[in-house]
């Protein structure tokens, strides 16, 4: 009896690592997922209505981006300070909201992505969104980016 609890314990003992490893990917892949899907809803959008989908009042930065959602990693690049909450981009992409006169469906996530009416990632953190006032991103030092004109990433987990 005594050696079937110690052979159950050592295999356990292996097991929740290799299981906690499972969850951390699928988290990644879950947050890679949705930022994906939320910069093809935006240049879906843009492509339809030949405009990105920015509420009025916002402005490019100096470095010609408009920036949705907060993630203090980007925060501290001085390209990237302008910082706008990004429920308003969310509902333009909504069939629902007026300025979607098509009542296109851009965007459909499951309902864990939402905490509170914001966009998260698996680790409860806002997703940021770059958009480019130009066409495609312009360089930042230190930063490469692909030739796409919007992109998104979320903070992933905290450490």
Request: hydrophobic share 45%; net charge positive.
């Amino acid at each position: 009896m005594l050696t079937v609890i110690l052979i159950l314990s050592l295999l356990i003992t292996l097991l929740v690592p290799s299981v906690k490893l499972v969850q951390r990917r699928m988290e990644r892949n879950r947050a890679a997922t949705d930022a994906n899907a939320l910069v093809q809803a935006v240049m879906h959008y843009q492509q339809v209505y030949g405009e990105w989908p920015i509420p009025a009042g916002s402005s490019a930065n100096s470095s010609g981006f408009y920036v949705f959602g907060i993630n203090s990693i980007l925060t501290t690049a001085a390209c990237l300070r302008t910082i706008y909450d990004l429920s308003p981009v969310l509902r333009r992409l909504n069939p629902d909201s007026p300025d979607n006169p098509r009542q296109l469906s851009f965007l459909t996530l499951p309902t864990n992505t939402f905490e509170k009416g914001e966009f998260v990632d698996p680790w409860r953190a806002r997703y940021v969104l770059v958009m480019s006032a130009q066409n495609g991103i312009p360089e930042i030092a230190g930063i490469a980016f692909s030739n796409l004109s919007a992109f998104a990433i979320s903070s992933g987990p905290s450490v």
